[in-house]
């Protein structure tokens, strides 16, 4: 990708508008937390974090009896007409559910299925697709909308090893507002599911995941979730949840919008405005890049005694542990915000972790914690929490190099980040060339335990980093005005599917002050947000500028028409 050039005359250039974001406060930190904040187990005979309100199946099938979980949800119906025979071939059309399942089921190579004019745009039953071999079958909506037509899950999956099942150009929506449905449940994963140019909106379910319940090898690209919600207590994950995944999770260019939890449990429950990954196993791997994250809220209006458990507005990692291989990178979190802790995020830790969780070149822009459970370290973008037993002294460290915080919030301490944990285990980042500007809280724009993590702290060229010191940094410095805001900043990288997608907005620096070319040890990364490359000397945040200082020595400037 060509690199922008920005020409300087007499002075410095920056492109973009600035909206008034809000000021710091200080005040004093607090100790340690000593009441269990979720899914903590003390007892040693289960996995840390393993128990939810309702039965939590340890292995990764969802027990089909309840169709994934889904309260009341019909059994599996076939279509009234008479099934015809199974299509097969390289490139096929269906016209019913029945014949679409027939199709997936028979499919010995690779095949696309396209879903014809006549394919029914409310689907009248849960229909299951089985996959029965290591064929790559594509599912291609042709840009059609399907709703369900009850209070059920529309498709339950299975996939066979080594063959891969693909949603693609196509719509669902529950419009309607059916009190429990859900788009996708996967019941079987040995293969691979993926999702490209989709569109999830208005899903209402009890269960965890309103648009996509789903564990195994799943990429989910190019697509909207648009304001999908869960209301079951005990339940998270407004638009996708996982429980005990292995294998690969990859999320890239997708929109998150207005997604949200309405109801708090007794151990978990709430967490995930958007995104829900609980306990994955070790050896899985998440990787979340160049997604689009706004509006989504984690129990927002939640009080009382578990309002502990309104936590990570847009996304919440529960219970992850060392040989999790996690990379948040390239995202843009805007305006989430959860009733208690991680107004965007949330980072929940069951192991001690020295390494494996990364976030890079990412900007989080107005994010709000509530604090509502009174503790602190309360994180208005991210909170870091450590899990295990009272006495465990786990330890987990986070690496966050080259992000933006700007204006995120936090009732308590840490209003960018806030690092915390239950009794004696303790979690914090390991921080290189971040910003932190004009976030607020009693305490500091980061407040978490470094002294008790080894590896943790200020490992330079941060800015704004004020673990316990006063923050004195001028944003007209760093970003040329006081209220820096979102602008798309020449970025060619997009999120969403191709009716609705939109650029990645992100935060530009300032040329020449006090971000711009101060990295000179290491280069961090070879890219920035937008994938323009980096080189030493290289800029502090989640932006790479590029400029020219132009002075034209007495002489007249001037654009000719060419």
Not at 36 to 42: F, I, L, N, Q, R
Not at 139 to 150: E, F, Y
Not at 421 to 440: D, E, P, R, W
């Amino acid at each position: 990708m060509k690199k922008r050039t920005s020409i300087l005359l007499t002075g410095l250039i920056t492109v973009g508008t600035l909206t008034p974001v809000l000021n710091v406060l200080a005040t004093d930190q607090v100790l340690n937390d000593t009441t269990p904040k979720t899914g903590t187990v003390v007892d040693g005979d289960k996995t840390p974090g393993a128990t939810d309100d309702t039965t939590n199946n340890d292995d990764q099938s969802v027990d089909q009896k309840d169709n994934g979980g889904l309260l009341d949800a019909p059994a599996i119906q076939k279509d009234t007409q008479k099934e015809k025979a199974p299509l097969v071939g390289a490139n096929i059309s269906v016209s019913t559910p029945a014949e679409l399942a027939a199709a997936v089921s028979a499919a010995t190579s690779d095949t696309t299925i396209t879903l014809s004019s006549s394919f029914p745009t409310s689907i009248p039953a849960t229909t299951e697709l089985k996959t029965t071999s290591t064929a790559k079958v594509t599912i291609d909506g042709g840009n059609k909308t399907l709703t369900p037509g009850g209070d059920f899950i529309m498709f339950n999956l299975r996939i066979f090893t080594g063959g891969s099942l693909t949603f693609q150009n196509i719509n669902f929506d529950d419009s309607a507002n059916l009190s429990n449905a859900r788009a996708l449940t996967v019941l079987d994963n040995t293969g691979t599911l993926n999702v490209d140019n989709a569109k999830f909106s208005n899903f209402s379910s009890y269960d965890d995941g309103a648009a996509i319940y789903f564990f195994g090898n799943t990429n989910i690209t190019n697509s909207t979730f648009e304001g999908n919600s869960v209301f079951g207590p005990g339940y998270s994950g407004g638009a996708l949840a996982s429980k005990s995944t292995f294998g690969s999770f990859k999320l890239s260019n997708s929109r998150f919008i207005g997604n949200h939890t309405d109801a708090l449990g007794t151990t978990v429950g709430g967490e995930g405005g958007a995104v829900y990954m609980f306990s994955p196993k070790a050896g899985a791997s998440i990787e979340m890049t160049n997604n689009y994250f706004e509006g989504n809220t984690a129990v927002k209006d939640a009080t009382g005694g578990n309002v502990k458990l309104a936590d990570g507005g847009a996304v919440a990692l529960f219970n992850v542990v060392e040989g999790n291989n996690i990379n948040i990178s390239g995202n843009t979190f805007n305006k989430n915000i959860a009733a208690d802790d991680g107004g965007a995020m949330l980072i929940q830790t069951n192991s001690t972790i020295t390494g494996g969780i990364n976030v890079a070149n990412n900007t989080f822009v107005g994010n709000e914690a509530y604090g509502r459970d009174l503790s602190v370290n309360s994180g208005g973008a991210i909170q870091l929490y450590a899990n295990g037993a009272l006495t465990a002294k786990q330890t987990a460290l986070v690496n966050f190099t080259n992000n933006t915080f700007v204006g995120n919030t936090a009732k308590y301490d840490g209003g960018a980040i806030g690092g915390f944990g239950y009794g004696l285990n303790y979690s914090a980042g390991a921080y290189k060339g971040n910003i932190f500007v004009n976030n607020t809280a009693q305490k500091n724009n980061v407040a978490d335990r470094t002294t008790n993590v080894p590896g943790a702290g200020d490992l330079g060229n941060n800015i704004g980093y004020d673990n316990g010191t006063a923050n004195t940094v001028d944003p007209v410095t760093v970003f040329g005005q006081f209220a820096p805001a979102l602008v798309p900043n020449y970025s060619g990288i997009k999120a969403g599917t191709s009716k609705d997608a939109q650029v990645i907005p992100s935060i530009p620096v300032v040329p020449a002050k006090d971000a711009d070319n101060k990295m000179t040890d290491v280069l961090t990364s070879v890219s920035d947000q937008r994938s323009f490359g980096r080189a030493l000397p290289s800029d502090i945040g989640a932006i790479e500028n590029k400029w020219v200082k132009y002075d034209s020595n007495g002489g007249t400037f001037e654009l000719g028409a060419d």
